[in-house]
């Protein structure tokens, strides 16, 4: 055989050898094993759908690889999501409360300085509470007055003037009243808030170590 044809032969018996020696173990693969629907053991040459629960994958030689977790349904895929966004959602209502209260803390180093705001927030308030205390004092002279001239009417058929003014002062009173309670709601609404925000500063504050003085 001529030298050429010689080597030619020799460089295709290498070439093959490596290529069969290069091949051989990316084909070998892995074995999957588990348990399917009804109690049935199934295995496959590639990772199963459909286990039961978790399946083993082995090298060809049967040895262990490791344990592929079961896959999730999609009821399980849903709570996972649901599980994850309700976590987000805790952790930014947590940041949120944590800004706030650094808020707080820093417009209301003590119960001094909630005080002060205190009493500035309800001012308007007391003033409009003591300004219809006034209004209805004057509204009930007025009202005894009437009543001293209906006395002048005993079977109460008063003049028609008599009857309006009397009419107007019912009416007058009643406002009035209605008022007062408006005014006394948001008075209590008010302070009741500062109490509250009162309430959380002691715990923010003995967190610190103190400043509630």
């Known amino acids: 055989m001529p030298p050429a044809v010689a080597l030619s032969l020799l460089s295709l018996l290498v070439s093959g050898a490596g290529q069969a020696f290069a091949e051989g173990p990316a084909a ?3 074995i999957y094993s588990c348990m399917g ?4 053991r199934i295995q496959q040459d590639r990772e199963i759908v459909g286990c039961v629960g978790e399946q083993v994958e082995r ?9 592929v977790p079961r896959s999730l349904t999609e009821e399980e895929k849903q709570a996972e999501e649901d599980k994850a966004r309700r976590l987000e959602r805790e952790a930014t209502e947590q940041r949120i409360a944590q800004r706030k209260d650094e808020d707080l803390l820093r417009r209301y180093p003590d119960v001094a300085a909630l005080e002060r705001a205190r ?4 001012a308007p308030a007391l003033a409009a509470i003591r300004h219809s205390e006034e209004r209805n004092q004057e509204l009930l002279k007025a009202r005894k007055r009437l009543e001293d001239e209906a ?3 005993p079977d109460r058929k008063y003049p028609a003037k008599l009857k309006y003014d009397i009419d107007r002062s019912d009416a007058a009173l009643a406002a009035e009243k209605q008022a007062q309670q408006l005014r006394q709601d948001d008075l209590k609404r ?5 109490d509250a925000t009162l309430a959380r500063l002691k715990t ?3 967190r610190q170590g103190g400043g509630a003085k």
């Open 204 to 206: 923010l504050w003995a």
């Open 28 to 30: 070998s693969g892995s």
């Open 37 to 40: 629907p009804g109690g049935k």
């Open 59 to 67: 090298n060809r030689d049967g040895s262990f690889k490791r344990v």
């Open 190 to 194: 008010n302070n009741d808030k500062f």
């Open 151 to 153: 006395e002048f009417y």
């Open 119 to 122: 009493q500035i927030a309800l």
